[in-house]
């Protein structure tokens, strides 16, 4: 049922929407998300009480580099100010509803085809140079190797705020730290500098009436294509031939499944940082993974 018409929604959002009622729906962790029904037909409005600068100009400017690459669906952005975005509705599937097998190999092949439009160097897709995950800062400042890009800039000084917040144990950040020493050897195989979602769990992949997948809440930049396919496999929601359909679009280099374990410790650590989720055992087990 619609809700009453919450006037304290930003005025910058809805002036000249014609905006007729308002329905909560499920979005993210951390905004509050409507489907507003409007003038012109149904809009989503993402907003949110605490603001975090900068926050919704990197989804904007996400959705619309991912949509200028033509290779996967995303909701086109209607209006984006910094309390907030308007962006197009996308109906989607019922509840219980599954997709179908043509509809996860689709996807599969999206995504390869999105990986496949490289940057000149990891990090930021523009002059800005910090990004977003969730809520959470992050440095993307441009790097040549992915390694410097991911575990100098970003892992290990994550790992010291988890710990300096008491939400990691001490004894992580020499086991971080050897990583950095055998960054190179960890990192696999040099790749280009690819197009990612960059939070790419399945809370942000819409599975919509149409029977198609579509991406949502972006934290754009250009960096390994594994990065993506990892934090895909951490909290599952994936169907196996999505990857399978991935893989046939775009075969992974050698050691790809052991190097899951490293891409993962970045949302992991993002978890304890925004959440204060206990990551600290599948922290620690990456690290064991990884030999270190």
């Known amino acids: 049922m ?27 962790l951390i ?4 489907r507003a029904q409007t003038d012109s037909g149904p809009v989503c409005i993402k907003t949110m009480q605490e603001l975090s600068e900068g926050l919704f100009a990197r989804e904007a400017n996400g959705l619309r580099a991912l949509a200028q690459t033509e290779t996967v669906p995303v909701p086109a952005v209607l209006r984006d100010r910094p309390t907030g975005v308007v962006l197009q509705w996308v109906e989607p599937a019922p509840p219980g509803a599954s ?26 897709m523009d002059e800005t140079t910090e990004g977003h995950l969730g809520v ?31 939400r990691m144990d001490p ?68 169907e196996e031939r999505v990857f399978d359909a991935y893989e046939e679009m775009a075969p992974l280099a050698d050691g790809w499944r052991e190097r899951i374990a490293l891409h993962q410790l970045l949302p992991l650590l993002a978890n304890a940082l925004m959440f204060g989720h206990s990551c600290q055992a599948a922290v620690s087990a990456r690290l064991s993974r990884l030999g270190v």
């Open 136 to 166: 959470l800062r992050l440095d993307l400042s441009p790097a040549d190797s992915w390694a410097e890009s991911f575990l100098h800039g970003r892992v290990v000084p994550l790992a010291h705020r988890a710990v300096g917040q008491e």
């Open 171 to 238: 004894a992580v950040l020499p086991r971080v730290e050897e990583l950095q020493r055998r960054a190179d050897e960890l990192c696999g195989p040099a790749e280009p500098p690819a197009t990612l979602h960059g939070d790419l769990w399945h809370g942000n992949v819409l599975h919509a009436r149409d029977d198609r997948h579509w991406m949502v809440d972006p934290s754009t930049q250009f960096g390994h294509r594994e990065m993506d396919l990892a934090f895909m496999r951490l909290f599952g929601g994936f």
């Open 99 to 124: 997709g179908s097998a043509e509809a996860e190999e689709r996807f599969g092949r999206e995504l390869a085809a999105l990986h496949a439009h490289h940057g000149p160097r990891f990090g930021a």
């Open 2 to 28: 619609p809700v009453p018409l919450r006037f304290d929604l930003p005025a910058e959002l809805t002036d000249g929407l014609g905006v007729q009622g308002l329905r909560p729906v499920h979005g993210g």
């Open 31 to 34: 905004a509050q998300v409507y």
